[in-house]
Nanobody, 125 residues
Framework: QVQLVESGGGLVQAGGSLRLSCAAS????????MGWFRQAPGKEREFVAA????????YYADSVKGRFTISRDNAKNTVYLQMNNLNVEDTAAYYC??????????????????WGQGTQVTVSS
């Protein structure tokens, strides 16, 4: 089993920045990719970004490209999401997740077997 704990959410004004962290513990040797997803009230969970644990290759949703940056610290088993130039549409609960096996579709939630409890990001206008 793998446990994930997110932190760093909060309230920020439009145009501001936040940095989310997600620390993994347990069977961390089984990580192939880590991702961030978000879910706003009344909406489906959507992909934000993902990173390959070994190569560091990154993937982003079009809506966050150029504003968000995903990174990881393998020694700390931690993934980060730096969010800049936030807007009200970014308001959501943000979840990190682990995919233990390679997938050609990192934006789909199916391959992610382990999920954190979520951290709320609220952007005010």
């Amino acid at each position: 089993q793998v446990q994930l704990v997110e932190s760093g959410g909060g309230l920020v004004q439009a145009g501001g920045s936040l940095r989310l962290s997600c620390a993994a513990s347990g069977r961390t040797f089984s990580i192939n990719r880590m991702g961030w997803f978000r879910q706003a009230p009344g909406k489906e969970r959507e992909f934000v970004a993902a990173i390959s644990w070994n190569s560091g290759g990154t993937y982003y949703a079009d809506s966050v490209k150029g504003r968000f940056t995903i990174s990881r610290d393998n020694a700390k088993n931690t993934v980060y999401l730096q969010m800049n130039n936030l807007n009200v549409e970014d308001t959501a609960a943000y979840y990190c997740a682990i995919a233990p096996r390679w997938t050609p579709r990192p934006a789909l939630p199916g391959p992610y077997d382990y999920w954190g409890q979520g951290t709320q990001v609220t952007v005010s206008s």
